[in-house]
């Protein structure tokens, strides 16, 4: 047996948020782009005689239930408890509470993680659904690359890859709870739709200009309204040359997309001294037909 094994988790930016309606089951029907990026947060497992240990370099994250990578763990080890335990060391770097499915994709890189580890011969079918049982977002996170999700977005339809994007990740000093920004949606006064359409034409054609201008996110009207500060760096990113700015997810990230690395680190530079979470980022390369993506080591 593998004595460790080490995985990359991506966070998850949305290039549009569209929300269709509200479900019976309390979600929110959504159409929504999904994009991963290279802010990424560092898995590692090793096995253990029996139970769930996750130690971490963040002071922001619950090291027991509460923490989504627990959780997938005990979904997956209840199922097969001849496999053992497992220790979890979590390298933080993607912001918590800040729209980019850090926790997410945490469990999901544990899924596959323990799949690999020991060996558990769990499909992606599998994979997939156990993950959409921890949260929305995981099954994005497993299978990454650019994606519609629908549903509560769990439903996901591949795109192709495109150029990468250069971005710049703008989170104020201040988390949301997706659960309240979804909770506080008052879909009769949402007057504004991205058009995914329209973006996804754009994405096909790889067409940055039109995929900068069909940026898009409903959940913008509950957070900016709360948050005005986050209209003022979406005005401040288009000042600083960025083709056009959107919340991630629930917020409070703002993602400027830039023309390129040069004009995207200027602008990284300038935020740098306004803010303390500025992060210059590109979408995340799984490299071609690179079997041993996610996995950096086991
Ligand atoms: O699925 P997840 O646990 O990440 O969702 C967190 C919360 O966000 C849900 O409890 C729900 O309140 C809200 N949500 C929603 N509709 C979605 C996804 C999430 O209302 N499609």
Request: aromatic residues 6%; proline residues 5%.
């Amino acid at each position: 047996m593998l004595e460790e094994i080490i995985v990359e988790a991506p966070a998850k930016i949305n290039l549009t948020l569209d929300v269709i309606g509200k479900r019976t089951d309390g979600y929110h029907e959504l159409e929504t782009v999904m994009h991963q990026i290279n802010l990424v947060d560092i898995i590692r497992l090793k096995p253990s005689r029996e139970g769930i240990s996750i130690r971490t370099n963040s002071p922001n994250i619950p090291s027991g239930k509460d923490n989504l990578a627990y959780r997938a763990a005990l979904l997956v080890l209840e199922q097969y408890p001849r496999a053992g335990g497992v220790e979890i060391f979590i390298d933080k770097k993607i912001p918590v509470g800040a729209g980019l499915a850090g926790g997410s994709t945490d469990a999901a890189a544990v899924m596959l993680g323990l799949n690999r580890l020991y060996n558990l011969g769990m499909d992606t079918g599998t994979l997939l659904e156990q993950g959409a049982i921890i949260g929305s977002d995981v099954p994005f996170c497993m299978t990454g690359g650019t994606a519609v999700a629908c549903g509560r977005g769990e439903i996901l339809t591949p795109m192709p890859e495109c150029n990468l994007l250069n971005m710049v990740l703008v989170k104020p000093d201040f988390q949301l709870s997706t659960a309240a920004v979804y909770g506080a949606l008052d879909l009769e006064k949402t007057g504004f739709h991205p058009n995914t359409t329209a973006f996804l034409e754009a994405w096909r054609k790889c067409d940055i200009i039109s995929i900068a201008c069909r940026l898009g996110n409903v959940l913008e009207t509950v957070s900016i309204k709360k948050h005005p500060v986050l209209e003022n760096i979406r005005q401040e990113m288009l000042d600083l040359r960025a083709l056009g700015a959107v919340m991630s997810g629930s917020g409070p990230t703002m993602v400027g997309i830039f023309a390129d690395r040069k004009t995207a680190a200027e602008a990284s530079q300038w935020f740098t001294t306004r803010y303390q979470e500025v992060y210059l980022v590109s979408s995340y390369d799984r490299g071609d037909g690179n079997e041993q993506k996610p996995f950096i080591a086991g």
